[in-house]
């Protein structure tokens, strides 16, 4: 039998919904290459080797910092809507990438720290609390998927069925397994922002995409994890039954 056959109307049509969301998470890299151009082959390539090899570590510091950031500022700042989070993020792009690299480094950490809230926040809508340490978890995996300049969903899917093995991971555990693909990602963006004449207009156009690839693939996520909960489907089958509709 396959997923297909066992998986309700009302829960296909949800599915259904969940993947226009994970298609428009990849259209927003299409949009930023187009604002790139030609100039976007081999973004990694583009930043200086000491940059490289610090990535990693820098990314994984930025993750402790915006956990920490974001946790405290929830009691203080409410959840923004997903537009203004965007509009929010722009701007900074386009001053991070005004500076060129020196800025847009010193951007960077900021910018986690804010995808990190509106992560926080959609989790929110979904009816999880974001405090509790397995949705906090969860809120970081959301940084395991592709990327937007990435083509293949193949690691999307993944980032998806890897929630299952959460149990019993410390938050910095989630971290360091997160930070490595998570440092590809924001190489390419620090690489995009550096491309020369395009300077803040980069920045603002790589800081939008950015933004609005992880909300929707936060929405995808955690929709799926109330799907799974409210229809008694198994999460399993959901994704499958994401893929096809994907295809």
């Not at 790589?206 to 999460?235: C, D, I, W």
């Amino acid at each position: 039998m396959t997923g297909t056959d066992i998986i309700p109307a009302a829960t296909e049509r949800e599915i259904a919904a969940l993947a226009r969301r994970h298609k428009r998470a990849g259209g927003v890299g299409l949009q930023l290459l187009n604002v790139l151009g030609a100039q976007a082959e081999n973004l990694l390539e583009r930043l200086p080797d000491r940059v490289k090899i610090r990535l990693e570590a820098a990314t994984e510091r930025a993750l402790e910092t915006a956990m920490r950031a974001a946790a405290s500022s929830r009691t203080v700042v409410p959840d923004q809507k997903g537009w203004l989070n965007t509009v929010l993020t722009t701007a900074m792009g386009a001053a991070g990438g005004a500076g060129g690299l020196p800025t847009a480094m010193a951007e960077l950490p900021v910018t986690t720290t804010v995808l990190l809230r509106a992560i926080q926040g959609i989790a929110a809508e979904y009816g999880y609390d974001p405090a509790e340490p397995e949705i906090a978890k969860e809120c970081l995996m959301v940084f395991g998927s592709a990327g937007p300049l990435e083509t293949d969903d193949g690691a999307d899917m993944a980032f998806l069925s890897a929630r299952v093995t959460l149990t019993g991971a410390t938050v910095h555990g989630v971290i360091a397994r997160v930070a490595p693909r998570l440092a590809t990602v924001l190489g390419q963006k620090l690489a995009a922002q550096t491309v020369p004449i395009l300077g803040a207009a980069a920045g603002a156009a790589t800081n939008y995409a950015y933004t609005s690839y992880y909300q929707e693939m936060a929405h995808v996520h955690f929709g799926l994890k109330r799907l799974a909960e409210q229809s008694g489907t198994p999460r399993e089958a959901l994704i499958a039954q994401l893929r096809e509709a994907l295809r």
